[in-house]
């Protein structure tokens, strides 16, 4: 009777390192699958906010004019060492032709003892690898005349004055060569980091960079109402000072913005008439600009950066100021905020990287930043340092 049972399936003998070897590699393929499921949910390097992206492009901004000035000082040291190195080459030129006609003479001399016989004294001094040496022995002095004496000390003389002048050329000459390495790597400095501004905002979408510009906006207006408000105190005060029979030009108001000082001196108070006069000529020079593209470094009359701007206005008043932010806001009388008044500056950041010109009611004029113009805006566009008075 046949059986009806199932035939066992017959297990394979497997040795055991393949046995090992396949767990390792399903284990391995599981791992995989596991790492790339993690990957696919793991977000990359989130994108930055509009706000983000804002104030690290503010950053930039505010950076590229921190090396602006670094850049203007060093091409104003650079300048002015140019003109010294030039200086002190023609003087050096000049003392070596009065030290040759020194030699002449002296061969003058040499020559009409040489025609009585002999090789003279001054011929021996004039052979000499070490003149002063051989001067310096008694004997030889006593034998020359004295006009002779004259011309041996006048070329020694000139002699040691060309050698002076030689070496201060080329020590200016190496002062130069620092100021320019330095103009160099300042110049690098501000294009980097504009650069790198350029590159944050071309990422930006459309509606990202309507965004920003809304941001902006806000940020102005904000400015504006502070503007506003410091006009309406400083026509009320004068309203005040009006009634009162007039000020004697010391008040003692401390401002606002962000002032870190009420200022010093008498020009806290208003200012006498011939700075009136000179801050119109001022601001009238600065309005002419308004239009015209910020450049880093830029002086005009095409385009300016912060610092040109305030220099050429008040340049064109007849007063002269230093190429820097960090220079002008030493020159003249300390103000605060609430004082100011035509033709002051007013300086912002710690760091004292920008500069406009106060025209009133809260405003000033300047040039922002690259890629804008010289415009009119609120002094509270940005925190304040300080404000000084030129003139």
Same mark, same amino acid.
């Given at each position: 009777? %046949?059986?009806?049972?199932?035939?066992?399936?017959?297990?394979?003998?497997?040795? %055991?390192?393949?046995?090992?070897?396949?767990?390792?590699?399903?284990?391995?393929?599981?791992?995989?699958?596991?790492?790339?499921?993690?990957?696919?949910? !793991?977000?990359?390097?989130?994108?930055?906010?509009?706000?983000?992206?804002?104030?690290?492009?503010?950053?930039?901004?505010?950076?590229?004019?921190? %090396?602006?000035?670094?850049?203007?000082?060093? *091409?104003?040291?650079?300048?002015?060492?140019?003109?010294?190195?030039?200086?002190?080459?023609?003087?050096?030129?000049?003392?070596?032709?009065?030290?040759?006609?020194?030699?002449?003479?002296?061969?003058? @001399?040499?020559?009409?003892?040489?025609?009585?016989?002999?090789?003279?004294?001054?011929?021996?001094?004039?052979?000499?690898?070490?003149?002063?040496? @051989?001067?310096?022995?008694?004997?030889?002095?006593?034998?020359?005349?004295?006009?002779?004496?004259?011309?041996? %000390?006048? =070329?020694?003389?000139?002699?040691?004055?060309?050698?002076?002048?030689?070496?201060?050329?080329?020590?200016?000459?190496?002062?130069?060569?620092?100021?320019?390495? #330095?103009? *160099?790597? #300042?110049?690098?400095?501000?294009?980097?980091?504009?650069?790198?501004?350029?590159?944050?905002?071309?990422?930006?979408?459309?509606?990202?960079?309507?965004?920003?510009?809304?941001?902006?906006?806000?940020?102005?207006?904000?400015?504006?109402?502070?503007?506003?408000?410091?006009?309406?105190?400083?026509?009320?005060?004068?309203?005040?000072?009006?009634?009162?029979?007039?000020?004697?030009?010391?008040?003692?108001?401390?401002?606002?913005?962000?002032?870190?000082?009420?200022?010093?001196?008498?020009?806290?108070?208003?200012?006498?008439?011939?700075? !009136?006069?000179?801050?119109?000529? !001022?601001?009238? @020079?600065?309005? !002419?600009?308004?239009? *015209?593209?910020?450049?880093?470094?830029?002086?005009?009359?095409?385009?300016?950066?912060? #610092?040109?701007?305030?220099?050429?206005?008040?340049?064109?008043?007849?007063?002269?100021?230093?190429?820097?932010?960090?220079?002008?806001?030493?020159?003249?009388?300390?103000?605060?905020?609430?004082?100011?008044?035509?033709?002051?500056?007013? &300086? &912002?950041?710690?760091?004292?990287?920008?500069?406009?010109? =106060?025209?009133?009611?809260? *405003?000033?004029?300047?040039?922002?930043?690259?890629?804008?113009?010289?415009?009119?805006?609120?002094?509270?566009?940005?925190?304040?340092?300080? #404000?000084?008075?030129?003139?």
């Amino acid at each position: 009777m %046949a059986s009806h049972r199932k035939p066992r399936t017959r297990i394979l003998a497997v040795p %055991a390192h393949r046995r090992t070897a396949a767990g390792l590699t399903t284990a391995a393929l599981a791992s995989v699958t596991l790492l790339t499921q993690s990957a696919d949910a !793991a977000p990359s390097n989130p994108k930055p906010s509009i706000e983000e992206v804002k104030k690290k492009v503010d950053g930039l901004y505010r950076q590229a004019e921190v %090396a602006t000035q670094k850049y203007n000082a060093a *091409k104003e040291r650079a300048g002015t060492q140019r003109e010294k190195v030039d200086g002190l080459r023609e003087a050096a030129a000049q003392r070596t032709e009065k030290m040759n006609e020194a030699r002449r003479e002296l061969g003058t @001399f040499a020559s009409a003892q040489y025609r009585s016989g002999g090789l003279s004294p001054t011929a021996q001094l004039m052979l000499a690898r070490d003149p002063q040496q @051989f001067v310096d022995r008694n004997h030889l002095m006593e034998r020359l005349t004295g006009r002779q004496q004259e011309a041996v %000390a006048d =070329y020694q003389d000139q002699q040691a004055q060309a050698a002076r002048q030689r070496a201060q050329a080329i020590s200016s000459l190496e002062e130069l060569q620092k100021s320019q390495e #330095s103009l *160099k790597t #300042s110049k690098q400095d501000v294009q980097d980091k504009l650069g790198e501004a350029r590159q944050l905002l071309s990422r930006l979408t459309a509606q990202e960079k309507e965004r920003l510009a809304e941001l902006e906006r806000k940020k102005q207006a904000e400015a504006r109402r502070k503007a506003e408000q410091l006009a309406r105190e400083q026509a009320e005060r004068e309203r005040q000072e009006q009634q009162d029979g007039g000020s004697d030009g010391t008040n003692g108001g401390s401002g606002s913005g962000g002032d870190t000082g009420s200022g010093t001196g008498s020009g806290s108070g208003v200012p006498d008439g011939s700075y !009136a006069t000179k801050a119109e000529k !001022a601001i009238a @020079f600065a309005r !002419a600009q308004i239009g *015209k593209p910020y450049v880093w470094g830029a002086t005009g009359p095409t385009s300016y950066d912060c #610092s040109g701007l305030t220099q050429a206005a008040w340049k064109a008043a007849g007063v002269s100021l230093p190429r820097t932010t960090w220079d002008q806001v030493e020159v003249g009388t300390r103000v605060a905020t609430g004082d100011l008044q035509p033709g002051d500056l007013v &300086f &912002f950041y710690d760091d004292i990287s920008h500069v406009g010109m =106060y025209i009133g009611d809260g *405003k000033m004029i300047h040039a922002p930043k690259p890629g804008t113009n010289v415009r009119v805006e609120s002094i509270y566009y940005m925190p304040i340092y300080g #404000s000084v008075r030129p003139a």
